[in-house]
């Protein structure tokens, strides 16, 4: 299923995220997906396994010009002459000429302004052919609003946490009011039970509406998850690292939701965030150095 973004570009709407996913494991992950039948895959420069990515795309097999790499850039390296050489440290690391998607991790409110230099920077690599499409990552309406008034190409795509807990449908206003794509970081509500992320949190792959809904269809809570976010028109990433689970995310285009059982996970959302606020700067980690290629 390919979705068309806002400059015409086509991008696949399920993509493998490979956020935690550890350098040594993440390049068989690739591999295994591309060969799976997946056509899209989410990294960030902060995510340190770019190098494996590229790896692993081309261990698959599968050529390079059927496969959407999308990263982002590190807030460390925001300002528009830093963004610029963000993507050669990014495209080196890949081992590619072109980046089909390129985006901002998230809004800094420490340093808006380089933020939007940053955002410039990305219209420059745009307009030079360096990058198919650019966006936003972790941008709430009020981001959007400011970075919309402050330059001239509206992104393609705003990532965000998404998943029946936390749908976010403010932010998701904003974006179809400005024809932004949401795609969902989180889809299947993996942050709520990654390590070191609060053992509290509830957990929506044991939701017992998504279990009922699962049994009816004879499909996993996860793959109901996936589809939900497919039908509401969404770009969704899960991460695994597992081959089964890896298979079991793409099995997701054999069967249609109802509109009843939309709405019954819809009716989840709970309006609070598991991952970080994007308001809230993190100083110290926004600070950590993006290495060079050659180091
Ligand atoms: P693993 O890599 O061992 O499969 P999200 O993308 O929503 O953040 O979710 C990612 C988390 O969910 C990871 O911990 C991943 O672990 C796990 N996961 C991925 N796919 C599935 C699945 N189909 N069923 C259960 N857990 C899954």
């Known amino acids: 299923m390919e979705l068309v973004l806002n400059n015409g570009v086509t991008m696949p709407a399920l993509g493998l995220g490979v956020y935690q996913s550890a350098p ?23 995510y340190f396994n770019e190098r494996e990515v590229g790896e692993g795309i081309r261990r698959s097999g599968v050529p390079r010009e059927q496969v959407f790499v999308e990263t982002k850039v590190w807030v460390s390296d925001y300002g528009y002459d830093e963004t610029q050489h963000a993507f050669d440290k990014a495209a080196a690391k890949l081992g590619v000429d072109r980046i089909d998607l390129l985006i901002l991790h998230q809004p800094a409110t420490d340093r808006f302004d380089r933020t939007v230099a940053a955002y410039r920077g990305l219209e420059k690599l745009l307009a030079d052919g360096k990058v198919r499409a650019i966006g936003v990552s972790n941008f709430m309406r009020h981001h959007l609003d400011e970075l ?27 974006d179809d009011e400005h024809g932004i794509l949401t795609q969902a970081w989180s889809p299947i509500g993996g942050i709520t039970f990654y390590p ?77 965030r598991n991952g970080p606020d994007p308001d809230v700067p993190r100083t110290e980690l926004f600070n950590r150095v993006i290495p060079e290629a050659t180091t």
Do not use: C
């Open 24 to 46: 040594e494991e993440t390049t068989a992950a690739v591999a295994t997906a591309l060969q799976t039948g997946y056509r899209h895959v989410d990294t960030a420069a902060m």
């Open 148 to 174: 919309l008034a402050r330059t001239e190409v509206v992104p393609a795509v705003n990532q965000i946490e998404l998943h029946p807990y936390f749908s976010q449908p403010d932010v998701q206003k904003a």
């Open 196 to 272: 070191g992320w609060g053992a509290d949190r509830k957990n929506v792959l044991e939701d017992p509406a998504v279990g009922a809904v699962a049994t009816a269809y004879g499909k996993t809570p996860a793959q109901i998850l996936l589809r939900w976010q497919l039908q509401h028109g969404r770009s969704a990433i899960p991460k695994s690292t597992n081959p089964g689970r890896i298979a079991e995310n793409f099995a997701v285009f054999d069967f249609e939701l109802t509109a009843g059982d939309m709405s019954r996970i819809d009716a989840l959302d709970l309006g609070v």
